[in-house]
């Protein structure tokens, strides 16, 4: 009979693999997400154990998490340069690149993982993608002219080619999502992304985006989960290219 791992065991499984590359005295970025709540359960137990860390938390929901399992905690402004961050995504490719801000915390997981020597990905396979874009691209934009920012995104992305519903994210009927960082979230459903980069750069000279999804040239190693164990792409030692 073969056994079967859901969704869930191949998350933490991904989380174990990447944990083992975590060593004594490492300042670390703590990601947000199901998946990497799997890695800072595991690393609480670790540190239960005696290892001794120091984590930067990408959340609110991963520093009540991480506090409760008594990780010690820092912030970018006390530990500005970090060892190693982990951290899931909502798409991954064969370059390494993301999609991430599922959960909405994809401004304060760039900063972190930008302030990385390097960034571990964990997921399960079914975020492998040939194409980013299947997971709509989350784009952070401030709450101060928000229409006029659609509307511009909604002219920039035309001018790339893409079509798709842009929506904004609620977190109850009638209620917009705010972030951490008190903005809000457009869904962008374009398909297909054919050139990241390109559209990576545009949206970043939009007056009124924070920042989106969208990170490369970030992850250094992704760690995938799937049936039949854990395969690693990317270079586990090495820091970004
Ligand atoms: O904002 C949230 C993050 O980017 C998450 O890492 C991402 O959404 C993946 O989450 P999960 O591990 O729950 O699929």
Known sequence: MTATLSADAMKRAAAQAALDHVAHGMRLGLGTGSTAAH??????????????VVGVPTSERTRLQAEGLGIKLSTLDETPELDLTIDGADEFDASLRLIKGGGGA?????????????????????????TLGAFPLPVEIDRFGARSTRLHIERVVRGLGLIG?????????????????????LDCAFGAID????????????????????????????????AGGVRIIGDVTGGPA
């Not at 900063?111 to 040939?130: H, L, N, P, Q, Y």
């Not at 519903?165 to 979230?185: E, K, N």
């Open 165 to 185: 519903t842009i929506t904004q994210r609620l977190s109850a009927p009638d209620t917009p999502y705010v972030t951490d960082g008190g903005h809000f979230i």
């Open 106 to 130: 994809l401004l304060r997981e760039k900063i972190v993982a930008a302030a990385s020597m390097r960034m571990f990905v964990i997921a399960d396979a079914t975020k492998e993608v040939g």
């Open 39 to 52: 890695f800072v359960d595991l690393l609480g137990a670790r540190v239960r154990d005696g290892l001794e």
């Open 195 to 226: 050139a990241p980069e390109a559209l990576s750069e545009r949206l970043y000279a939009i007056p009124g985006v924070v920042d989106h999804g969208l990170f490369i040239g970030l992850a250094t190693a992704i760690f995938i989960a799937g």
